[in-house]
């Protein structure tokens, strides 16, 4: 029995804790992610850390990541026990650290750090016919600022904005009204993979729900009043 006992005892814990693109207490990960700790499969609670997974004295213990929640990318790995003191080795390109030793009543800590995916938006516009004309855009959301297209062959002003490495969230972009009376807008589309961003085409407005790495394309179409389509015939 006291040798029984002892086995149970001996030997220390790894625990992993989850976090969003830097270790801090505001950077927690969250339920959901899942590791092999050492042989023992363990998924984080809410507050991104799993349950102590006890192991006998000894080295060689690896702790890898085995279910990455969609929207993230691997970042880093590292383990250190009860005094601050590095252990194990880290090997990112596999999403695990290796090598872990463990003494008797060692407690061992891994942060495991995944990236927030980030997104982009971009807008087009598309006159009809080409033309110099400028037209204003207002914005709203964190990363986004207002701007200016026109559809013509001058670079000065490009007919593409793009804005990049945007957080998941919900964003605006609305074509002013009053600067342009000689065009109509007569089509507003948005490309969405997840195809939850909407239109709103009377007030020129386009409502986007950015979900994390996404990347979502609204084409503003505006055609010059009185201009009929149609092709000449010799």
């Not at 559809?151 to 804005?163: E, H, I, M, S, Y």
Request: include cysteine; proline fraction near 2%; aromatic fraction near 8%.
């Amino acid at each position: 029995k006291l040798a029984a006992f002892a086995s149970q005892t001996c030997g220390g814990t790894i625990t992993v804790n989850k976090y969003i693109d830097s270790v801090g207490p505001d950077s927690r990960g969250g339920a959901g992610w899942t590791y092999n700790i050492a042989g023992t499969t363990k998924t984080t609670d809410s507050n991104g850390q799993t349950d102590a997974v006890h192991v006998s004295a000894g080295s060689n213990y690896t702790v890898t990541e085995t279910n990455m929640l969609s929207g993230y990318s691997y970042g880093s790995a590292s383990c250190k026990n009860q005094n601050g003191v590095s252990v194990g080795t880290p090997d990112n390109a596999n999403k695990k650290v290796t090598g872990i030793t463990i003494s008797d009543s060692d407690i061992i800590s891994c942060d495991f750090i995944n990236i927030l995916n980030k997104g982009s938006i971009t807008i087009i516009k598309d006159s009809q016919p080409d033309s110099s004309q400028d037209f204003g855009f207002t914005t709203t959301g964190d990363g986004l600022s207002n701007f200016s297209l026109d559809d013509d062959d001058d670079a000065t002003l490009l007919n593409t904005k793009t804005f990049n490495n945007l957080l998941p969230g919900s964003y605006t972009v609305t074509e002013a009204s009053g600067d342009f009376v000689s065009w109509a807008l007569t089509n507003l589309v948005c490309e969405d993979p997840t195809n939850d961003s909407s239109v709103d085409k009377t007030n020129r407005e386009a409502s986007i729900n950015l979900a994390a790495g996404e990347n979502v394309t609204c084409t503003y179409t505006n055609t010059m009043k009185g201009v009929i389509g149609g092709h000449k015939y010799e």
